[in-house]
């Protein structure tokens, strides 16, 4: 799904019923991979993971594409590396004697049901936020995830982010496990060794003083439902809803002049970092 590349910028139209005036996801046969009408043959057993700094990232950023993929037979994991209990709260922290400790209980609920709602299992690290510290044990435990998924898509921050301290952490601990994970490139070692997958940040709030280079788009319109409840269930961070909503109509724009067709009214924008293998361009 994360694959297609047209005039040097990729973006994924997703399964749809062509000749219908409703845009709506085609249901994969079961057992087998399906033709997507687009693009050929779409795997059903692909693996998605998302490393996040904090338990709502991958909401805000990637639910719709996440949707996507569950939808198609993959499965998907969020790892929250904290759950972003003080610094990424704000609406319980406005409640009078409130505590850290029901913050995290509170936003284990709401990210634990984001996830539920777009078919990804949520593993939250509780390593604390502003600042986030990730020890090497946590790297260690997060390298064991990537072996135990095998991931063919992993999805992080990108590594540099002058308004938040803990993105960056989160994007550098992802990219030491992915490699610690796949070890030397197919060379016989002492430990497990996973595929390496292709690699992609997703939007950052303020994509052009992070240096974001969007060149994936993925047009999720037909689970735009699924993702609009995947925001919903976090209350804790209302605020951010009509931001990211209004970010996804404008990618939508984009990706039309690159040929996702008029249907396209929400896309979600990423930057693939690794190098794409073709037989031919």
């Not at 490393?51 to 950023?61: E, P, S, T």
Request: glycine share 8%.
């Amino acid at each position: 799904m994360l694959s297609t590349s047209r005039r040097g910028v990729q973006w994924v139209r997703p399964i749809r019923d062509i000749g219908q005036a409703d845009i709506r996801l085609l249901p994969p046969p079961r057992g087998r991979g399906f033709e997507c009408p687009y693009h050929g043959p779409v795997s059903e057993s692909g693996s998605v993971l998302v490393v996040g700094a904090h338990a709502g990232d991958f909401v805000w950023r990637a639910a719709g594409t996440v949707a996507l993929h569950t939808a198609a037979g993959w499965r998907a994991t969020v790892v929250a590396l904290s759950y972003g209990e003080r610094g990424e709260s704000g609406e319980l922290w406005k409640e009078p004697g409130q505590t850290v400790e029901n913050v995290k209980r509170v936003r284990q609920a709401e990210c634990a049901r984001a996830a539920a709602t777009i078919g990804a299992d949520f593993v939250p690290f509780d390593l604390g936020d502003y600042p986030l510290e990730v020890s090497a044990a946590a790297v260690d435990r997060l390298v064991e995830v990537m072996r135990d998924v095998r991931p063919d898509v992993l999805i992080t921050h990108t590594p540099v982010d002058p308004f938040n301290p803990d993105h960056p952490v989160a994007s550098i601990a992802a990219d030491r496990a992915r490699k610690i994970a796949m070890g030397a490139a197919g060379v016989a070692s002492a430990f497990v060794t996973i595929p390496p997958p292709r690699v992609y940040f997703f939007e950052p709030h303020h994509p052009e003083q992070c240096g974001f280079l969007p060149n994936t788009f993925v047009d999720y319109t037909p689970v735009v439902e699924r993702k609009e409840q995947a925001m919903a269930a976090l209350a804790a961070q209302a605020y951010l809803r009509d931001h990211y909503r209004q970010r996804a109509e404008q990618r939508a724009v984009q990706a039309r002049y690159f040929g996702a067709g008029a249907g396209a009214r929400y896309a979600e924008a990423f930057q693939r970092t690794t190098p794409r293998l073709e037989r031919l361009l």
